[in-house]
């Protein structure tokens, strides 16, 4: 069964940093898009940052210079590297990728961000 899951949640002061990993049982060579979303109470969940099948980046605008998202297929893993947080970043995060042709979500992580 693939089911992705997601570490590096936690508490952290406004203008810190956080590094969420998302792990998965599948060869990664075969995973096409990858992507990050997250969650906040009332709202929908967006989509925060996506490594396409064609390879291309691309960030909510929200974090736009302040988040990365980066793939290691030798680790069977990619991550969100989240500088400067702010307290409107507060919220669950998941993982979500495509192996072949469906798509996988992991459980989420917990991201709060203090003011």
């Known amino acids: 069964q693939v089911q992705p899951v997601e570490s590096g949640g936690g508490l952290v002061q406004a203008g810190g940093s956080l590094r969420l990993s998302c792990a998965a049982p599948?060869?990664?060579?075969?995973?096409?898009?990858l992507s990050w979303y997250r969650e906040v109470p009332g709202k929908e969940r967006e989509l925060v940052a996506i490594?396409?099948?064609?390879?291309?980046?691309s960030y909510a605008d929200s974090v736009k210079g302040r988040f990365t998202i980066s793939r290691d297929d030798a680790k069977n893993s990619f991550y969100l590297q989240m500088n400067s947080l702010k307290p409107e970043d507060t919220g669950v995060y998941y993982c979500?990728?495509?192996?072949?042709?469906?798509?996988?979500w992991g459980l989420g992580t917990q991201v709060t961000v203090s003011s």
């Open positions: 979500s990728l495509r192996y072949i042709k469906d798509e996988y």
């Open positions: 599948v060869n990664f060579f075969r995973v096409s898009i």
């Open positions: 490594i396409t099948g064609g390879g291309t980046f």
